[in-house]
């Protein structure tokens, strides 16, 4: 019997430290917010050079966001396979691919906004990190180009 509550409290200890100092930092999200970029690049649909995957801002200075914390943040631009004339369709397609690709090689959770399906114009894809803390947002417009992805980190302390 005693060696049973000796287990439970060793468990119990190592739960709570396990807890403490769980606070996500910008060197950890910027590390992650780093693979995503090169697990971008490296995916098999935005190797084609037909998609123009464009990094516009690397994830490489610290932006003061509030007192002692900063973000970082990586923007990258491309484009989706060859247009029809049915708009609608192009854009479901091109939100459709985006959305796998941030869920299955980026790891992103995704929200779903079902309002969208009456958006004529454009289409909104969002998806998180909760660890490290990282928010994608993915505006797909028909316009060149038609992906507009901007990833940041939270507003964290440096270490």
Request: charged share 30%.
């Amino acid at each position: 019997m005693r060696r049973s509550w000796i287990a439970v409290a060793f468990l119990l200890a190592g739960v709570m430290a396990s807890g403490c100092g769980s606070t996500p930092t910008l060197q950890a999200a910027t590390t992650e917010l780093q693979k995503d970029l090169y697990r971008l690049q490296a995916d098999r649909f935005f190797k084609n050079p037909l998609t123009k995957l464009k990094i516009v801002e690397r994830p490489d200075k610290d932006l003061p966001c509030d007192k002692d914390k900063f973000q970082r943040v990586f923007r990258a631009t491309a484009e989706y396979g060859p247009k029809t004339s049915d708009l609608d369709s192009d854009l479901d397609r091109a939100q459709t691919v985006m959305e796998n690709t941030l869920s299955q090689a980026l790891h992103y959770e995704m929200s779903y906004d079902l309002s969208q399906m009456d958006w004529l114009d454009a289409r909104l894809v969002e998806g998180r990190k909760d660890t490290p803390g990282i928010t994608v947002k993915v505006v797909v417009v028909p316009e060149s180009p038609m992906w507009r992805l901007v990833a940041k980190t939270d507003c964290l302390p440096r270490s």
